[in-house]
């Protein structure tokens, strides 16, 4: 399936940091699964967008810290098997967690009062949260190595809940920055992102 972005200008909130000036509010609506960053170049904060509409800012976020979406890039869906390792220290030491196909609203209540320093995620797809039940700041977690916290986006090694991300299969798409999007619409065509003036 293909995965489809559109932006809505409307009158739902201001959005000014693109490297533009903007006036006008945005919305979005998805088709198939985004990370969103606050800065260009895909850094800063993480925003996870699933199929739906997100009419105001604060509706894809909960952190309250920015209201800047800069650049975008589809998910990459590793497979339907999800196991991530989540260790207190860099480079992978200390004490560890373990989780398999499952949801962890909580670590605490799972015993683990550690920080997050360091993942290894063998198979699947997560994002992990700042908070307990799922709030706070977002960190896609895909298949690979994370010696350090700052490897996943985070400026602390704070995470404290973690879910496995389902989506569908599609085609890899390249990131896009919407300040490139804004000034020169059709070099995106290839993306399937469309901006609507």
């Known amino acids: ?33 985004w990370v969103g960053y606050e800065q260009a170049n895909c850094k800063g904060e993480q925003f996870v967008f699933e199929k739906g509409e997100y009419p105001r800012w604060d509706s894809w976020t909960s952190s309250r810290r920015t209201d800047s979406l800069s650049s975008l890039r589809p998910i990459k869906v590793d497979s339907q098997e999800h196991k991530i390792i989540l260790y207190e220290n860099p480079n992978f030491t200390g004490k560890k967690m373990e989780i398999i196909d499952d949801d962890v609203p909580s670590f605490h209540a799972h015993g683990y009062q550690e920080k997050v320093s360091s993942v290894r995620v063998q198979s ?32 602390h090694p704070q995470v404290q809940s973690v879910c496995h991300y389902w989506d569908y299969k599609h085609e890899p798409l390249h990131p896009a920055n919407l300040e490139e999007i804004i000034s020169n619409p059709q070099s995106q065509r290839n993306s399937l ?4 003036l």
Do not use: M, N
């Open 1 to 33: 399936s293909l995965l489809c972005l559109y932006f809505y200008f409307s009158y739902s909130f201001q959005i000014r940091d693109l490297g533009v000036e903007l006036t006008c509010p945005l919305s979005l609506c998805l088709h198939g699964s």
């Open 193 to 196: 992102i469309h901006l609507f």
């Open 124 to 155: 699947g797809t997560w994002v992990g949260y700042q908070y307990p039940g799922y709030r706070g700041l977002q960190y896609l977690l895909e298949k690979g190595d994370y010696k350090d916290s700052s490897d996943f986006g985070a400026h």
